[in-house]
T-cell receptor, first 114, second 118 residues
Framework: KQEVTQIPAALSVPEGENLVLNCSFT??????LQWFRQDPGKGLTSLLL?????REQTSGRLNASLDKSSGRSTLYIAASQPGDSATYLC?????????????FGTGTKLQVIP | DTEVTQTPKHLVMGMTNKKSLKCEQH?????MYWYKQKAKKPPELMFV???????INESVPSRFSPECPNSSLLNLHLHALQPEDSALYLC?????????????????FGPGTRLTVL
């Protein structure tokens, strides 16, 4: 059974700081890994999608890396802003019994202090 | 158009009410999903529809009844819910329920319906 863990569970940083969020998964037989952002009481906003053949993806101040062999992904946020405050979820996509199965991580709650 | 829409945004209902949640996508996706998310927890899969047929039911109580009238629309009918069913209900869609799309597949999520059961 796939287990996805995110560390830390919560993080508070001053504005402008660079930061790294971690995601680890136990089964490396995945075909995608995706990072989402979720604001309180809201749905999921997709940030970055990394296919299993890729090592990293970049979008603006965000950079996500994937190391399937070690079962790890990181989300790097440069020059953090108060608007980045949210919960960040990683999700791994795999085939299970012929069906697409998504396993979400436990989430990292980020607070960027002005 | 990469949008999944959900209505209503908020719903408050009593335990004896019957209500429905609606999800719609126009991306030509043939797989649609319902997730339930409790506060401070990750989303949990409830149902998977593939080509308008129910493929997966993750042991969800019968007071939740999904329906897929066509390839663009997914409903979740609610009846005799309990207060512990209060949660954010998320809908998602993808090209294929098997993920057998070249380069992999992903799910596009709607904004969710915040359900409160009194």
């Amino acid at each position: 059974k796939q287990e996805v863990t995110q560390i830390p569970a919560a993080l508070s940083v001053p504005e402008g700081e660079n930061l790294v969020l971690n995601c680890s998964f136990t089964d490396s037989a995945i075909y995608n890994l995706q990072w989402f952002r979720q604001d309180p009481g809201k749905g999921l906003t997709s940030l970055l999608l990394i296919q299993s053949s890729q090592r990293e993806q970049t979008s603006g101040r965000l950079n996500a890396s994937l190391d399937k062999s070690s079962g790890r992904s990181t989300l790097y946020i440069a020059a953090s802003q108060p608007g980045d405050s949210a919960t960040y979820l990683c999700a791994v996509f795999a085939n299970s019994g012929g069906y697409q199965k998504v396993t979400f991580g436990t989430g990292t709650k980020l607070q960027v202090i002005p | 158009d990469t949008e999944v829409t959900q209505t209503p945004k908020h719903l408050v209902m009593g335990m004896t009410n019957k209500k429905s949640l609606k999800c719609e996508q126009h991306m030509g996706h043939r797989a649609m999903y319902w997730y339930k998310q409790k506060a401070k927890k990750p989303p949990e899969l409830m149902f998977v529809y593939s080509y308008e047929k129910l493929s997966i039911n993750e042991s969800v109580p019968s007071r939740f009844s999904p329906e897929c009238p066509n390839s663009s629309l997914l409903n979740l009918h609610l009846h005799a819910l309990q207060p512990e069913d209060s949660a954010l209900y998320l809908c998602a869609s993808s090209h294929s329920s098997s993920g057998a799309v070249r380069g992999g597949d992903t799910q596009y999520f709607g904004p969710g319906t915040r359900l409160t059961v009194l």
